[in-house]
């Protein structure tokens, strides 16, 4: 594309947000239903954990190979072969039955999210100068959280409507919708991002020109922030949270004199926190943007986490009704900065392979983080449990000011270190 062509970023952004967003609503409804449907999907109650991780670890595998491809060839062609093999596995949870076709389908999401997560940042850091990476990347966050929350809610009110072959099938529907939207409005963004460097990120001639190092034990810190959030909320906070609310207040709880069931209010409680991520990462990414440092913005963005979790481990009615938001608050930031981070500290044609790198340490530790929680309550309870999350946020909030101080102290413009 010639370097005077100027395209607008919603252009890309809305094509490739609505098609991540409606690829998740066939798996956001899974997580809801198939424990309650087993006997429609064919499966035994034994095997749901296995078939509800799978497509986790096989994204272990698949994550680095798409980066790899991304960085290679065609970036919008890749995103729509992946939304279409996304609509093919959720298909397969509609129109079959038994363990061994849904595993299929599940390994086969796995192939699909690698595709749709890891390509999706990939163009959207191709519209990014170094001056708004932070905005575009945290705008395009919400499409994950936005998917993720209405997934649950649609999953569960179609199944209630229409049964749960046809609530799988509508979800296949969709993220074949995702798909076409992206093969009509989506453009090729693999060769623009000079000039999308040029005409949107109004970086100064000077701070444009410099080359940078690249320091990696910055990039590894950048790892470390998104890897510790995936462990203390995906994988220890998700999973235990309901267990909590019933071991703080049993299995109904007045709030505002009315009576609640404990899992009406632990999914109210979750898609709370959802949404407050989905609002934490578009603001912390612009403001990282502004301060031309996101280190200072990921110091500001982890102590909310520190003292959530902190409050939660109290276990009162009002402390876990602060925590909660305040964790979310976390969540949000840590998973934009990350890959913003990600993509200053990596040159053009590498960010498919880093962003796969980073990806796979997130599904590493939000995949590990359930077996270990359930493994360390017998040794330190649950409230010990958001103890150690705590600890781990705090330990991430010291990596993280020093990084913003050793930064600080340099005066040029710019994110090197």
Known sequence: MPEETVISPWRVLIPVGLGTSLSLIGDASLYVVLPTHVTEAGVSLASVGILLSANRFIRLLFNGPAGMAYDRWSRRYLFIAALVIGAVSTALYALTQGFWPLLAGRLLWGLAWSGIWVGGNVIVLDLAGENNRGRWVGLYQ???????SSGTMIGGLLTDWLGYHTAMGVGASLTLLGAMIALIFLPETRHFRRAVSVNWSKVSPPAANIVKPVNRSQLASAFALLGMSRLVVAGFLLSTFGLFLLEQ???????AGRLFGVATLTGVGLGLTTLMAM??????????????????VAVGGLAPGVAGFGLLALGLPLTVLL????????????????????????????????????????DLASAIGPPLAYGLIPLFGLSGIYLLSAGL????FWVAWQWAVRLGKKKRYGYEG
């Not at 919400?142 to 993720?148: A, D, E, N, T």
């Not at 207040?249 to 709030?255: E, P, R």
């Open 279 to 296: 609002a934490a990462a578009p603001v912390m990414g612009r403001l990282s943007d502004r301060l031309h440092n996101r280190w200072p």
């Open 393 to 396: 946020y705090a330990l991430m």
């Open 249 to 255: 207040f049993g299995d109904s709880i007045y709030v």
């Open 142 to 148: 919400i499409s994950f959280f936005l998917g993720s």
């Open 323 to 362: 925590g909660l938001p305040l964790t979310a608050i976390t969540s949000g930031s840590n998973q934009g900065l990350a890959t913003a981070l990600v993509g200053d500290l990596s040159e053009a044609k590498q960010h498919g392979r880093r962003l796969g790198m980073l990806f796979t340490t997130g």
